[in-house]
């Protein structure tokens, strides 16, 4: 009788566990989650499929992570990075939308890397290695054309604050109407360049565009605030493509491509910045470039589309920031059709368009901001809103889910600053002004 009491009893504490879930884990269960994971078994997947893009020698990052070596000097900063989230750099706020291309880790592999590094990073068995976690960075299914700038240019920092505006005129060649599909840029001296920005002349103004860049000495002509050399006229140009830090290259949305005349000429604004240019020992000759993926057709055109409030470009005191030290936000929403008029390559909005993905641009004295969609009905959709603005780190974030342009929307865009400097700021091309810019990719209807 006692030996069955006890059976008994010893059933209902195990059935009692097990509905409590405290069932007692299998020794290899135990194990796993108290071993501290490796580099090899556990943090070099992740880092591979996330992080060695940038952290590389010659990436954009500050050092490289590529072996086991670096990645363990650089352990605590890596565990800081990304339990806060501040890499793999995403500034899109999270559950607006879902976008294309985000690298943000998992809770469990963030959990990885911290666990490893306060391990003090041990390393594991190479052999035993596992597969980098799969690639979700944007890249270029080719590369079809190749410009470089013909001749170094080093820049004069001519504007205040040291900026440099020069334009580089290059022909498009070819017999036919073709499509840019896809776009990279390799600056050729990242501290000093601010943005690129590819503009497209139409064949009408050809004989104008040479004309600037055959007056000017040396290669280029300078430009500010368009694509029009300085003290010549104003000619209309489409937005083709552009680069800012923090801007990865790859292929346009599925299907889409935006039309290149036969006979066009591209117009590369660069916007060099010299603010810290003495510490390297003056400005770098330059010789970046440029890459496109081209086709000779698509299922849709697409166009790159503002979101400004043209008031402050023509009158910059309309945007001011004062230096107080407290949050300024500056806000507008309007129709598109008259921008599209100017910059769509001849999409009719109301014809139906699909939008495809979003820009937002400030300068170093930005907080937050947002491109918006504002239906007809007066209800708003948000496209892409960034809580945390990071100058260095600027991206275009396309849509999984693209929402339709309907007749009657319109775009708005909305910026947070804060200046501390000690005089107003207003709106301006140079890297001490400031702006509130949003565009949004287009494409026509599905």
């Known amino acids: 009788m006692l030996l069955l009491a006890l059976l008994a009893a010893a059933g209902a504490i195990a059935a009692a566990a097990a509905s409590r879930g405290t069932t007692p884990a299998s020794p290899a269960t135990r194990d796993s989650k108290t071993r501290p994971p490796t580099y090899f078994g556990d943090v070099k997947p992740i880092v591979d499929g996330r992080c060695a893009g940038c952290h590389r020698m010659g990436g954009i990052a500050p050092f490289s992570l590529t072996s086991y070596a670096s990645a363990r000097a650089h352990r605590e900063e890596m565990a800081y990075a990304v339990s806060r989230r501040l890499m793999p750099p995403w500034h899109a706020q999270r559950g607006v939308r879902r976008y294309l291309h985000d690298p ?185 470039a440029l890459e496109f993926e081209v086709a000779d057709s698509v299922e849709r055109r697409a166009a790159m589309l503002p979101v400004v409030d043209l008031g402050w470009i023509i009158a910059p005191a309309t945007f001011a920031i004062p230096p107080n030290g407290r949050p300024v936000q500056h806000s507008w929403s309007g129709d598109p059709t008259f921008l599209a008029r100017f910059f769509g390559g001849g999409i009719d909005l109301a014809g139906g368009v699909t939008i495809e993905g979003a820009i937002l641009h400030m300068h170093r004295l930005g907080l937050s901001g947002a491109v918006t969609l504002r239906r007809a009905s007066g209800a708003t959709e948000t496209l892409l809103r960034v809580p945390r603005w990071d100058f260095d780190w600027q991206r275009a974030y396309f849509l999984a889910d693209p929402p339709s342009f309907r007749a009657g929307d319109r775009f708005g865009v909305s910026c947070t600053h804060r200046n501390t400097t000690g005089r107003t700021i207003t709106w301006g091309e140079s890297s001490s002004d400031e702006m509130c810019l949003g565009f949004v990719y287009v494409a026509e209807g599905r």
């Open 104 to 288: 943000s880790l998992t809770t469990g592999q963030i959990r990885a890397i911290v666990r490893w590094a306060k391990a003090g990073g041990p390393r594991g068995d190479a052999a035993r290695a596992k597969p980098a976690v799969a690639s979700v960075a944007p890249s270029m299914t080719r590369v079809d054309r190749r410009v470089r700038l013909a001749q170094p240019y080093t820049p004069k920092g001519w504007l205040p604050g040291g900026d440099d505006y020069h334009c580089f005129v290059v022909p498009w060649t070819g017999d036919r109407t073709q499509y840019v599909t896809g776009f990279n840029a390799i600056p050729g001296v990242p501290q000093e360049v601010h943005h690129i920005i590819v503009f497209l002349a139409a064949p009408s103004d050809a004989a104008t565009v040479d004309g600037w860049d055959a007056a000017a000495a040396g290669p280029g002509y300078r430009c500010y605030g368009g694509a029009s050399a300085v003290g010549g006229r104003t000619i209309p140009v489409r937005l083709l493509a552009g680069w800012a830090p923090g801007l990865a290259g790859g292929d346009f949305p599925a299907g889409t491509g935006i039309e290149v005349p036969r006979g066009s000429r591209l117009i590369l604004q660069f916007h060099y910045n010299l603010e810290h240019a003495h510490m390297t020992g003056g400005p770098k000759p330059d010789r970046s």
